[in-house]
C-alpha cells in the first residue's frame, strides 16, 4: 500500500492567495482527519470525515479555511485568503474505525509570506 | 491542560540507555497509543495499548497504562542514534471517534 499521499510537500505563496492541499488516504479507510502543525500550538485537528461526511469541525481556525471529501479516496483543505500566521505543516491521516491507528501523510510545508 | 500531556518536553541521553517518558491525560479512554515523529516527516504509530491493558512490549518497546492514576509511559530500552525524535501519545477521549495528541516529548540519543 501506498500510504497517505499529500500534495504538494511544500508551498509557499503570497498573503491574500489562495491555497488548496491534497490528500488520498488510505484505500479501505473510513476515516479522514487534517492536522495542523506548529511549535506554537503543537498538533492540532482541524475536521476529520467519517465515510465522506464531515462529523467534527470545530477546530477550523475560521471561515477562512473549508474541506471536502468529495469521494472515498480524495479530500482537499482550502484555505482562502491565506496570511502568514497560517503558515504551518498541513497532515492528513486515515483510520479503518473510530479512534483506531491512525497513519499519516508526510505532510504540506506551508510559508504564507 | 490539553488531554495527553507528555513529560519530559525534551529528553537527552547516551546511546544505550533506557528512555522513559511519561503521558496524563483527563477523560475515560478506550485506548492510549504512542506516535513518533522523525524531523520534518509524519507521525508513525508505535503500539496502542488497550483501557483494559496493563502493560504492552513491541521490540524495545514496553508501555504501561494506569487507568486509576490516568497515566501511561513509554520506555525504550537500549537506545539507539536512531531513536532520536519525537513521541507522542495520543487518547480517544471520552471513548470518542478522534484521537487528541499531547505536545510530545523531544528525545536525543547522543551516539
Known amino acids: 500500500d501506498a500510504g497517505v499521499i499529500q500534495s504538494p510537500r511544500h508551498e509557499v505563496t503570497e498573503m491574500g492567495q489562495e491555497v488548496t492541499l491534497r490528500c488520498k488516504p488510505i484505500?479501505?479507510?473510513?476515516?479522514l482527519f487534517w492536522y495542523r502543525q506548529t511549535m506554537m500550538r503543537g498538533l492540532e485537528l482541524l475536521i476529520y470525515?467519517?465515510?465522506?461526511?464531515?462529523?467534527?469541525d470545530s477546530g477550523m481556525p475560521e471561515d477562512r479555511f473549508s474541506a471536502k471529501m468529495p469521494n472515498a479516496s480524495f479530500s482537499t483543505l482550502k484555505i482562502q485568503p491565506s496570511e502568514p500566521r497560517d503558515s504551518a505543516v498541513y497532515f492528513c491521516?486515515?483510520?479503518?474505525?473510530?479512534?483506531?491507528?491512525?497513519?499519516f501523510g508526510p505532510g504540506t510545508r506551508l510559508t504564507v509570506l | 491542560s490539553q488531554q495527553g500531556e507528555e513529560d519530559p518536553q525534551a529528553l537527552s541521553i547516551q546511546e544505550g540507555e533506557n528512555a522513559t517518558m511519561n503521558c496524563s491525560y483527563k477523560?475515560?479512554?478506550?485506548?492510549l497509543q504512542w506516535y513518533r515523529q522523525n524531523s520534518g516527516r509524519g507521525l508513525v504509530h508505535l503500539i496502542l495499548?488497550?483501557?483494559?491493558?496493563r502493560e504492552k512490549h513491541s521490540g524495545r518497546l514496553r508501555v504501561t497504562l494506569d487507568t486509576s492514576k490516568k497515566s501511561s509511559s513509554l520506555l525504550i530500552t537500549a537506545s539507539r542514534a536512531a531513536d532520536t525524535a519525537s513521541y507522542f501519545c495520543?487518547?480517544?477521549?471520552?471513548?470518542?471517534?478522534?484521537?487528541?495528541f499531547g505536545g510530545g516529548t523531544r528525545l536525543m540519543v547522543k551516539p
Open positions: 491521516a486515515s483510520s479503518r474505525g473510530a479512534g483506531h491507528t491512525q497513519y
Open positions: 484505500s479501505g479507510h473510513d476515516y
Open positions: 470525515f467519517n465515510n465522506n461526511v464531515p462529523i467534527d
Open positions: 477523560t475515560s479512554i478506550n485506548n
Open positions: 495499548i488497550r483501557s483494559n491493558e
Open positions: 495520543a487518547t480517544d477521549e471520552n471513548a470518542g471517534n478522534m484521537l487528541t
